[in-house]
């Protein structure tokens, strides 16, 4: 089976380690499945890899180790920022850019990325792009409930929607971001999104 260009449906929870236990950090909702076309980087490759040669119907049971999956968490991916970066028109922009908010942000090369805001100073704004998911084993659970061949239009629609959306990914900072002024949700838009398995 071609690993590109599958278009999948799947209903999943996701699991992490606390303490001893499961902890259920994400899980789709009852008919909002997470939609993605393999092979674009919408999931992780280790995440469709594992997917892919199951038929509609199957059920899964998996992990993946942090190096799997997002890696370790990185202290020099904590930055502070002038605040002066989130202004909008000489006006800091307080709707987007407040404590435990996620950010869309761009690099000087015009890629695309979240960011966690820790905290708002007067003077810097705390920003950390590790993904909230890091140094995490990841456990999902679920059914895949659809695994076909993507068509040529659904294609073009996530390269479309890609191509004016979030490309990037947070090691691709050099410390040089600008804050895009667009609301963003930390999940892919057709549903959870193996949450971030951006």
Do not use: W
């Not at 960011?115 to 993904?131: P, S, T, Y």
Request: hydrophobic share 30%; aromatic share 10%; with cysteine.
């Amino acid at each position: 089976m071609e690993n590109k260009n599958r278009f999948m449906s799947i209903s999943y929870s996701l699991y992490i380690d606390e303490e001893g236990t499961k902890r259920l950090v994400e899980e789709t909702k009852d008919g909002q499945p997470f939609q993605f076309i393999s092979g674009f980087g919408v999931a992780l490759d280790t995440f469709e890899q594992q997917l892919i040669p199951l038929e509609a119907g199957a059920k899964f049971d998996f992990s993946l180790t942090k190096d799997e999956a997002y890696g370790d968490y990185r202290d020099d991916l904590r930055l502070d920022m002038d605040r002066e970066m989130f202004c909008i028109n000489g006006h800091f922009d307080h709707e987007h850019v407040y404590p435990d908010a996620i950010i869309q942000m761009q690099n000087d090369e015009g890629n695309r990325f979240y960011g966690h805001v820790v905290e708002v100073g007067e003077e810097k704004v705390k920003i950390d792009l590790n993904h909230p998911l890091a140094g995490e084993t990841l456990y999902f659970k679920g059914e895949v409930l659809e695994n076909r061949e993507a068509t040529e239009d659904e294609v073009n629609h996530l390269m479309k929607h890609m191509a004016g959306g979030c490309g990037g990914h947070c090691g691709d900072c050099e410390g040089g971001c600008g804050h895009d002024h667009e609301d963003c949700d930390h999940h892919h838009e057709d549903g959870c999104g193996c949450g971030h398995c951006h």
